[in-house]
């Protein structure tokens, strides 16, 4: 028994490929955007706005991120967000 869910039945393997390509490329602008780990451990007046305007601003396409990862069937470490702040996401 896999920590793994499964991925969904319904999509097919053009459309996981499609989802995999499209949650690479986000992975790498959220990289980019994303407060990095410094600027999380000494939260000057900057740095909480900064981290607060950009969670903000990426809602959505963390939310998209994480949809695309669960249909794949990625576990939670592979589409966790402090993990991808971090940069210890290497799928």
């Known amino acids: 028994m896999s ?50 305007n950009t969670e903000w601003k990426l809602q959505q396409k963390i939310r998209r991120y994480k949809d695309y990862m669960k249909a794949q069937g990625a576990g939670f470490k592979e589409y966790d967000i402090e993990r991808l702040r971090r940069g210890k996401i290497r799928r």
Not at 7 to 33: F, G, H, I, Q, T
Not at 37 to 44: A, H, L, N, S
Request: hydrophobic share 25%; net charge positive.
């Open 3 to 52: 920590s793994y869910p499964e991925p969904d039945r319904n999509l097919s393997v053009r459309e996981r490929n499609k989802l995999y390509r499209e949650a690479k490329k986000m992975k790498e602008e959220l990289k980019e955007s994303l407060c990095k780990k410094d600027e999380m451990m000494y939260p000057t007046p900057e740095n909480v706005r900064k981290f607060l």
